[in-house]
C-alpha cells in the first residue's frame, strides 16, 4: 500500500509515532497510510524550515515569483492527477475537484505579482529635510494548518503569499487526506523551490502544539473548525506568535419575494448541496421573506430528489460522499436532533444508500423546514448536504437571524431590489457577502475572511494576507551636517 510521507528539506521522510490509514469515503476502503510525526520529527521539520530562511528571504523577490510561475504552470499541467488524488482521499467528484485546483492557481498568480503587491512606501520631505520610507521585512518561518475540504486551496491560500513574501513555511494538512500537499511540495521542487522552504509534517494535536510552541515559528495560519481555531489563536497568543485562525459557518440566504424563484432553486440545491455540503461557503440556511415560502419549497424538492450521489470517480456524478463515518453519523444524528425538534423534512436522503458502494459514508440532499432556531441543528454547524428552510416576514427579521448567529462567515441574499441589497450589504455580519450569489467566496485578489466565531485575527486570507506574513519597519532619514544640538522635540 502507498505510503504517504512527510516532506522535509526537499526530501520525503518515513518515520513517526504511528501510521494512520487513509481511507476511500466511497467504499470505506485503505487506499495509503500516513505518518505521524513524533517530537523529534517535528524539531527537524522547524530546523529545516529555519535553515533555509536566511537564504530565500534574500532570495530577490523576481527570482521568488519565477518560482511560483514555474509552480503555477505544473499545477494546471498536472490538474487532472491532482483532481484524482484528491477524489480518492476526500470523495469529491473529479468536477469539484479539478474546480479546487483551478482556485488554487488563483492564489498562486496572485503570488506571482509579489514584486508589485509587497513593497514598502516612501514620503519625501516628511519633515524637514527627512524622507521616511516603510519596507516589509519576511517573518522567517511559519505554520499552516488545514482542513479535510479543500486539501489543495486552503494551503495555496497560505502558502503562495507567505512564500513570495519570503518566509519559509511548514504545512500541517488534514490527516484525513493529506496526499496532496505532499504532491504540492514535489510540484513546488520541480518549479526550483531550494530545499527546505516548503515542508509538510503529519500530525494531530500534538504535533500541532510543538509547532506553535516552538519559539522559531513566528506565525500560523489556520482553517477548520471554530473550536480548534479558537484553541489555535489562545495558543499562538501564548506564544507570542501571531496568528489568524478561520472557524467554521452557519452561511444564511436570504430569499426576497421579488427573486426569480427557479435561479434561486438552482443556486439553491447547487451551493446546500454541492460538495456534499462540506464548503465552508455553503448556504445551509436559507430564509425565505413573505409568501414565496411554498413556490420555493415545490422548486427544491425535485432538485434535492433529483442530484445524481455516487462515489466521486463515477462520471455525472454531482454529489460525492461525505469525508469519513464520524462526519456521516454526526450529519445524520443532526438530521434526527432537528425533526425531534420539530422539524418537517420534506426531503430526508440522510440515510440513503449507493448501490455498489455501500459501505461509503454518504449522506444525500436534506431539507429540515421550519427548524426552530433554538434547536442544536440550528445552532450548530452541520457541515453536510442539509439545507435548513425557514420563513419570515420581513428582510429585517431576516438579517437578525444572521446578526444573532454565532458564525458569520458568509451570508448571500437574492433579490431584484437594489434597497434590499444594499440594506443586507450593510448590516449583515459576515465578513464574506454575496448578492445573487450562492457561494460568496471573494477572487484572490481580495480575501477570505470570517466574522464572529467563523474568525480569530484580523487579517484575511488571499490578498489581505501580504501583512499578515511581513513585518513593516519604518525608517527615518536626514542627510545634512549638523546645525548644532537642539533638546526640544520639534514639530516636523
Ligand atoms: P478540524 O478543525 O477538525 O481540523 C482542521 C485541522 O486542524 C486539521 O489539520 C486537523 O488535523 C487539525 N486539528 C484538529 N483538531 C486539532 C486540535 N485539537 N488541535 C490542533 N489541531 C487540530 O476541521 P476539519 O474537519 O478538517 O475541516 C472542516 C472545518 O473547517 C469546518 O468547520 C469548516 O467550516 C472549516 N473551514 C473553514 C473555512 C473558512 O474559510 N472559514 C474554510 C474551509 C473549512
Redesign the pocket.
Known amino acids: 500500500m502507498r505510503t504517504i510521507p512527510h516532506w522535509i528539506n526537499g526530501k520525503p521522510v518515513e518515520t513517526g509515532v504511528e501510521q494512520l490509514p487513509v481511507l476511500d469515503p466511497a467504499t470505506d476502503t485503505p487506499i495509503a497510510q500516513v505518518w505521524m510525526a513524533d517530537s523529534v520529527l517535528v524539531e527537524a521539520v522547524v530546523d529545516a524550515a529555519e535553515a533555509a530562511a536566511e537564504s530565500w528571504a534574500e532570495t530577490s523577490m523576481s527570482k521568488r515569483a519565477h518560482v511560483l510561475f514555474r509552480f503555477r504552470d505544473l499545477l494546471l499541467a498536472n490538474r487532472s492527477e491532482l483532481a484524482a488524488l484528491i477524489t480518492s482521499e476526500h470523495g469529491k467528484t473529479l468536477d469539484d475537484a479539478t474546480g479546487e485546483i483551478s482556485r488554487a492557481v488563483e492564489s498562486v498568480e496572485l503570488a506571482c505579482g509579489g514584486p508589485a503587491l509587497a513593497h514598502g512606501s516612501t514620503s519625501l520631505q516628511s519633515g524637514p529635510n527627512i524622507d521616511t520610507r516603510s519596507m516589509m521585512h519576511p517573518l522567517g518561518v511559519c505554520v499552516g ?6 486539501p489543495a486551496m ?1 494551503g495555496l491560500m497560505m502558502v503562495s503569499v507567505a512564500l513570495a513574501a519570503g518566509n519559509t513555511f511548514v504545512w ?5 487526506d493529506p496526499g496532496t500537499a505532499v504532491r504540492i511540495a514535489e510540484l513546488l521542487q520541480e518549479a526550483g523551490l531550494p530545499d527546505g522552504v516548503l515542508n509538510v509534517v503529519h500530525g ?2 500534538d504535533t ?1 502544539t510543538q509547532l506553535l510552541d516552538d519559539p522559531r515559528t513566528q506565525a500560523a495560519s489556520f ?4 473550536d ?1 481555531a479558537h ?2 489563536y489562545k495558543r499562538a497568543a501564548q506564544s507570542g506568535m501571531r496568528c489568524q485562525a ?4 452557519k452561511n444564511h440566504m436570504v430569499v426576497m419575494p421579488d427573486a426569480d424563484l427557479d435561479t434561486v432553486a438552482d443556486q439553491l440545491a447547487s451551493s446546500a448541496f454541492g460538495a456534499a455540503g462540506q464548503r ?1 461557503m455553503a448556504i445551509s440556511v436559507a430564509v425565505v421573506v413573505g409568501d414565496v415560502y411554498d413556490d420555493l419549497l415545490a422548486r427544491l424538492v425535485p432538485r434535492a430528489h433529483a442530484v445524481k450521489m455516487n462515489a466521486g470517480v463515477v462520471p455525472e456524478t454531482e454529489v460525492g460522499p461525505v469525508v469519513s463515518r464520524r462526519a456521516q453519523q454526526r450529519i445524520q444524528e443532526l438530521v434526527r436532533v432537528g425533526i425531534a425538534d420539530g422539524a418537517t423534512s420534506p426531503v430526508d436522503r440522510s440515510t440513503e444508500e449507493v448501490p455498489g458502494y455501500e459501505n461509503g459514508y454518504f449522506v444525500g440532499p436534506t431539507i429540515l423546514a421550519g427548524l426552530p432556531t433554538t434547536s442544536e441543528a440550528y445552532q450548530q ?1 452541520i ?1 453536510g448536504p442539509v439545507l435548513v428552510l425557514l420563513n419570515v416576514d420581513t428582510l429585517d427579521e431576516a438579517i437578525g437571524l444572521i446578526r444573532s448567529h454565532r458564525y458569520g ?1 458568509g451570508a448571500s441574499i437574492f433579490t431584484n431590489n437594489g434597497a434590499a441589497a444594499n440594506q443586507f450589504t450593510n448590516q449583515a455580519t459576515a465578513g464574506m457577502v454575496g448578492i445573487n450569489v450562492a457561494i460568496p467566496v471573494p477572487v484572490a485578489t481580495y480575501a ?1 475572511q ?1 466574522w464572529k466565531n ?2 480569530y485575527g484580523d487579517t484575511g486570507l488571499n490578498n489581505a494576507s501580504w501583512s499578515f506574513y511581513t513585518r513593516p519597519k519604518y525608517i527615518t532619514s536626514r542627510w545634512e551636517t549638523s546645525a548644532g544640538m537642539d533638546f526640544g522635540f520639534r514639530p516636523n
Open positions: 494548518i488545514t482542513p479535510f475540504n479543500f486552503m500541517k494538512p488534514s490527516e484525513q494531530q494535536q500541532v482553517v477548520g473548525s471554530s480548534v484553541s489555535i478561520f472557524g467554521g459557518a465552508c454547524e457541515f462567515n477570505v470570517g467563523s474568525a
